[in-house]
């Protein structure tokens, strides 16, 4: 009924409450966070006596706080704290010094016309890879299949093929003149 009437919605909680009561909660809530402010029907003396005990203990409070407030000087306080308070730091500033700090000793540690130790380790495992590639590679003049032999296994094989061939002789001569013999037929098998 009425509170259609006035314009009423539900609240969170499901009731209805019109635009009154709405407004009423809104100044309350004002009142309590902000204190009565001068000038209101709260603050003036006439009104503050139609009300409950506790009601007028907390506008005396709320009164006391704003009244307070009226009296402070706000712009001093503030010219004092700036004074003596820390000064706060921007974390990025912080962060740029470390990393300059940073290059800073780099650029100390770092040795002008010195070689870095990175590169000469380096240097030195590729030289050494290049060394085994060459090595490994086949001699052109070497045909396919065939091995390359040093100077002393050379005369080692060739020493053996001599006595080989000198023992092959001695058989050849040992064998008789016809073939019909049971040696050579044996010789044969």
């Not at 032999?149 to 002789?169: A, C, I, Y």
Request: glycine share 6%; aromatic share 4%.
């Amino acid at each position: 009924g009425i509170n259609a009437e006035y314009g009423g919605k539900r609240n969170r909680y499901g009731r209805t409450v019109n635009m009154i009561e709405r407004r009423a909660d809104l100044k309350q809530w004002m009142d309590v966070t902000y204190g009565s402010r001068p000038g209101t029907p709260n603050s003036r003396p006439g009104t503050a006596g139609k009300r409950t005990g506790n009601e007028n203990k907390e506008n005396k409070l709320k009164r006391s706080a704003s009244d307070s407030c009226l009296k402070r000087n706000f712009v001093a306080e503030n010219a004092r704290n700036a004074k003596t308070a820390q000064r706060r730091v921007n974390p990025m500033k912080v962060l740029d010094d470390k990393e300059a700090r940073k290059r800073d000793e780099a650029s100390r540690a770092y040795k002008r016309g010195a070689v870095p130790e990175y590169f000469t380790v380096t240097c030195s495992t590729v030289k050494e890879e290049e060394r085994e590639r060459v090595a490994n590679l086949p001699d052109p003049t070497v045909p396919p299949g065939h091995v390359v032999m040093d100077n002393k296994e050379k005369e080692e094989t060739l020493n053996v093929l001599v006595r080989s061939r000198v023992k092959l002789l001695e058989q050849l001569q040992n064998l008789p003149l016809r073939n019909d013999t049971l040696r050579f037929a044996q010789h044969q098998e």
